[in-house]
């Protein structure tokens, strides 16, 4: 009997050490790590800025001869920056903002504007080859008058050659990034995740899909 009461008191502690790691330890586990997740999120999040809207009347061609303005950019985020037109120059940022490139490949609600002065369709298009950059629907060298590079390099926010600028959704400037810089660089692929439209997986999934 005793014998029988010394294991019903074991399997007792037993059971009720596993009913504390269920109902107390797990939970209080889970909740520590999604409020740190959710601190990260918010900090981040702070870290981007109301830099200033664009303008309501932008409108470029782009390397495919499409009509890039302002009601096609609206609801996607954008990655842009003003290139110089010296490949030598631009081919290391090109090289940089690729690798960033293939982590949003398959979202079509993020893309990537390169402006160049302007030029040609035919002329676009073979500066991008001549670059590396071979999708034409989400990455795209935009044509833009020699007046509007300078007012356009205001408008985004940019001091450098080698910067680029996050916009959001409703169009807004964001924050400012060297493609030059490792952390800035890691610290943009965060801030797109953060502010991009939400995609559920099963929708994503189809739409890959789709494109097969």
């Not at 981007?48 to 932008?58: E, F, I, N, S, T």
């Not at 009509?67 to 940022?93: N, Y």
Request: overall charge negative; some cysteine.
């Amino acid at each position: 009997m005793a014998s029988s009461k010394k294991k019903w008191s074991l399997a007792a502690l037993i059971g009720a050490g596993a009913l504390f790691l269920l109902l107390v330890l797990f939970p209080a586990g889970s909740w520590f790590y999604l409020q740190r997740g959710l601190n990260y999120r918010l900090a981040a999040l702070e870290e981007l800025k109301d830099l200033g809207r664009l303008p309501a009347d932008l409108a470029f061609v782009n390397q495919s001869g499409s009509i890039i303005d302002t009601a096609f950019l609206q609801g996607k985020v954008l990655i842009a920056g003003v290139l110089s037109g010296d490949r030598q120059q631009d081919q290391p940022i090109v090289d940089r903002l690729r690798k960033l490139h293939e982590q949003f490949d398959q979202r079509d609600d993020v893309l990537f504007l390169s402006h160049l002065p302007e030029r040609e369709p035919a002329a676009l298009l073979a500066e991008a080859e001549a670059l590396g950059i071979r999708d034409t629907a989400q990455w795209m060298l935009l044509a833009t008058p020699e007046g509007q590079l300078e007012s356009l390099r205001a408008a985004y926010h940019l001091q450098d050659p080698s910067e680029v600028c996050l916009i959001d959704t409703t169009l807004m400037v964001r924050k400012v990034y060297r493609t030059s810089e490792n952390a800035d660089m890691g610290r943009l692929v965060e801030h797109i995740a953060l502010i991009m439209p939400f995609v559920a997986e099963r929708e994503l999934i189809f739409k890959r899909e789709k494109e097969k």
